[in-house]
């Protein structure tokens, strides 16, 4: 009877064990989709955002930004990654429609700090009705995973931006590329 109650115990407290050591979180998906309010009065209105994983190591995970009209001279995006998920931002992608873009380094959606334009660790391309941005994890330091915040404006103000998901925050976390 007593050794009953100890096999009892232990299975409790082995079951128990288990539950600990399952993961404390689940790793982020591979990729998320958001979809964003219609704001005709929004500069360049974003209506939805797809965040995706790398496929593959060498290759980059990519921001699919989808806007309510076709781009046009003036036409600004702005990308902010947070690459270690403390909700600041770590890297500052701008680009203008037919013109550059740059990267800098930062810790603040306000001020930039070093130009890293040059290692070329994000692009961006505008065409169509989407804004295309790549990130390269392997450069940026191989985060686990990363999440953007977005701002669509025409001609430097910021009066109309759009922001996605939200002014000055980040969309949730996605995978940067597959765990080896
Ligand atoms: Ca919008
Ligand atoms: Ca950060």
Known sequence: MRLTWFAVLALIVVVGGVGVAAPAQALPPTERTFSDPAEPGAAYDVTSVVVRAAPRVGRPAVVVVKHARAV?????????????????????????AYSEYVVHETSSFTRDGRDVSAKDCVRLSMSGHVSKIRLYPECVGQPVAFAVALRSSVDGRTKNADWAP???RFSRRVLAQPLS
């Open 72 to 96: 046009a001279a003036g036409d600004v995006v702005d990308a902010w990654f947070d690459l270690d998920g403390d909700q600041v931002p770590d890297l500052h992608l701008s680009g203008a």
């Open 166 to 168: 939200g002014e000055q």
